[in-house]
């Protein structure tokens, strides 16, 4: 007769659900980048809507500009708005040498040559300056209207812009006014996604099975050791990602950033005295704060509330602040980087499973676009989690590389692939589990579907999710883990 010992009740405790939290985080991560990439590619759509304004080339011809006023003049408006960039420069330099020149066309004309140049401070400070010097002149006006579109100060757009009507533009310009506003008000509207699918999931506990007798005599088995096996369990399965800006005044504005997702398993553990019996799970995420936005630069300080659902009742609700800071270099370059601070509190049937613990994070990334339906990105994570046992805290390291590429065609076909490797060390030796926990995960994460093709109004979309988690205590934290989806996805 032999004794069972399976390591469940204080294993809990050492940390056995940590991998699947951080798998969390990587799903939410691949949702807000997904969400992010789409508004991106609206702001890549915005730009033909602001298309620069800009001897000289006249219907085929080329011309020799004098130096008098009546001829530098018509030169400066034509360059602008043939875009002959290489000729501007000249001309504002000798007409504003000419007495009785308008300064306020030199300052509109300088406005734009910097933003050819993507200087939007200056290009904003000249236009401004143009501005001031003729405030009823409607081509500065709407060249104003259009910087601080392009520069996200929304409320400053439109009033500008209504400026525009009233100074008396053109029908054409009045049409073109009309597009402006009209994409100002899709800007103020919620965007994201929302999917909905059914799958299958062959490791939903995460567990190996692991067998090992610890103890024997005579051939037999006084004392075993037995680790869960593995269940596998068909889904449903459900994700939500949004994100909202409302514009105070000039770059400043409030942003909400909400995502919820989750799985529902029908196959429970068999076991009536496992911890968990129900694997169905639902994350919610709400973030909430403060945003200064310009052409180059994103910065964020977003308060955040987040709640876990598993085993039919809440296990935690975490609070934190991201500190976010994100710059474009060019249209091709992006790079960024965060600070996270989060406090997790386990409810009273959550410390079944766990204990609270406080978990900081410092993050940076890149990404490179080679052309509009391609982005390769990528980043580096330290992270820390601090428990009151130094044998349950530990410290990670993750690294992060991925590609986004949409395929010519009238399916729209699209593929995202994300590959995370992350390398954890607990800070104590566990006497209990008699070592140092050291863990090596591996996360990939693929999504592949068509943005033109339609069911009901959605997208279809194919989602693969494998871990692997390798582990020094491997009979103990050693699993892993397939998940596959078919979605449909609506995204706006």
């Not at 934190?320 to 996270?340: A, P």
Request: glycine residues 6%.
């Amino acid at each position: 007769m032999s004794c069972r010992f399976t390591a469940m009740g204080l294993l809990v405790l050492a940390c056995l659900v940590a991998p699947g939290l951080r798998a969390d985080d990587d799903d939410t991560r691949f949702m807000q980048d997904q969400t992010r990439r789409t508004l991106e590619q609206q702001t890549r759509g915005e730009e033909e809507l602001a298309a620069p304004p800009g001897t000289l080339m006249y219907e085929g011809q080329r011309y020799q500009v004098p130096t008098t006023l009546e001829a530098l003049a018509p030169a400066i408006y034509v360059a602008i708005n043939t875009n002959q960039w290489s000729q501007l420069p000249g001309f504002i330099e000798r007409y504003r040498q000419l007495p009785g020149h308008r300064p306020a066309l030199v300052a509109m004309a300088e406005s734009l040559f910097a933003r050819f140049k993507n200087n939007y401070p200056l290009a904003l400070q000249r236009m401004e300056a143009a501005n001031d010097l003729e405030p009823d002149d409607a081509r500065i006006l709407l060249e104003l209207a259009r910087l601080r579109f392009e520069d996200h100060q929304d409320q400053g757009a439109q009033k500008t812009f209504n400026r525009a009507l009233a100074a008396g533009l053109p029908p054409q310009a009045q049409r073109l006014v009309q597009q402006y506003r009209q994409a100002l008000d899709i800007r103020a509207e919620w965007h994201g996604s929302i999917a909905f699918g059914l799958g299958y999931n062959d490791n939903i506990n995460q567990a190996n099975g692991y067998y090992s007798c610890l103890s024997e005599f005579a051939g037999i088995c006084l004392f075993e050791r037995q680790m869960p096996k593995p269940i596998e369990s068909a889904m449903a399965t459900y994700e939500l990602s949004l994100q909202r800006r409302v514009n105070l005044s000039g770059n400043h504005n409030l942003q909400f950033r909400p995502v919820s997702y989750g799985s529902y398993y029908p196959e429970n553990t068999p076991s009536e005295t496992a911890v968990i019996e129900d694997f169905s799970t639902n994350l919610a995420l709400l973030q909430a704060g403060y945003q200064y936005l310009n052409t180059r630069n994103n910065i964020s300080a977003t308060p955040y509330l987040e709640h876990y659902y598993r085993n039919r009742s809440s296990e935690y609700l975490a609070h934190g602040l991201e500190l976010e800071w994100r710059h474009s270099f060019n249209r091709q370059w992006q790079v960024g980087t965060s600070l996270d601070a989060k406090r997790y509190e386990y409810t009273r049937n959550g410390q079944n499973i766990g204990t609270d613990y406080k978990r900081y994070q410092w993050d940076t990334n890149v990404s490179y676009m080679p052309q509009l339906s391609t982005s390769l990105y990528g980043g580096f994570a330290l992270s820390r989690s601090k428990y009151d046992l130094k044998q349950a805290s530990s410290k990670d390291w993750a690294l992060r590389a991925g590609i986004y590429h949409a395929f010519s065609g009238q399916a729209g076909l699209f593929v995202n692939a994300l590959g995370v490797y992350r390398n954890s060390h607990n800070d104590a030796h566990d006497f209990f589990l008699g070592d140092r926990r050291r863990d090596h995960q591996q996360v990939y994460i693929l999504s592949a579907g068509t943005g033109n093709w339609k069911i009901a109004g959605m997208n279809p979309e194919l989602k693969v999710r494998h871990s692997i988690n390798d582990s020094n205590l491997d009979w103990a934290f050693g699993f892993e883990q397939t998940e596959i989806s078919l979605m449909l996805r609506r995204s706006f």
